[in-house]
């Protein structure tokens, strides 16, 4: 069955749409590759996506040096807001990008839904 891309692109769309503390988000490969995007104005979604996949690997090479297991999550805050990669079953990563006003514990609420929705349509 193929990924219906517009599909993902809608989802990220409204999520991202949906609060004013949530600032973007991309779907993208483990190898880097965009499958949907909703970035801030000016963001450079292959960038993004290349950059997603370089934090993966190395959050997991840092994970395993630590023996912390499977990494799950990996934080990313400046002062401009944070940034959580997530994964999104096997084949996708989900970067979700927030202001600082964002209560945390709602964001990883949201993305745990979100990752949810999503894992239905790329299956």
Same mark, same amino acid.
């Given at each position: 069955?193929?990924i219906?891309?517009?599909?993902?692109?809608?989802?990220?769309?409204?999520?991202?749409? $949906?609060?004013?503390?949530?600032?973007?988000?991309?779907?993208?490969?483990?190898?880097?590759?965009s499958?949907?995007?909703?970035?801030?104005p000016?963001?450079?979604?292959?960038?993004?996506?290349?950059?997603?996949?370089?934090?993966?690997?190395?959050?997991?090479?840092?994970g395993?040096?630590?023996?912390?297991?499977?990494?799950?999550?990996?934080?990313?805050?400046?002062?401009?807001?944070?940034?959580?990669?997530?994964?999104? $079953?096997?084949?996708?990563?989900?970067?979700?990008?927030?202001?600082?006003?964002?209560?945390? $514990?709602?964001? !990883?609420l949201?993305?745990?839904?979100?990752?949810?929705?999503?894992?239905?349509?790329? !299956?």
């Amino acid at each position: 069955m193929a990924i219906n891309s517009a599909k993902l692109e809608n989802i990220l769309q409204n999520f991202v749409s $949906g609060t004013n503390d949530i600032q973007g988000a991309t779907l993208v490969t483990p190898d880097g590759l965009s499958l949907a995007a909703a970035l801030p104005p000016g963001m450079d979604d292959e960038r993004v996506s290349a950059m997603s996949a370089a934090m993966l690997s190395l959050g997991e090479r840092i994970g395993s040096e630590l023996d912390r297991g499977i990494t799950e999550r990996i934080y990313v805050e400046g002062d401009r807001g944070i940034g959580v990669l997530t994964n999104c $079953g096997e084949e996708a990563l989900l970067l979700v990008l927030a202001s600082h006003s964002v209560k945390q $514990g709602l964001l !990883m609420l949201e993305i745990k839904r979100l990752v949810s929705e999503l894992k239905l349509i790329l !299956m």
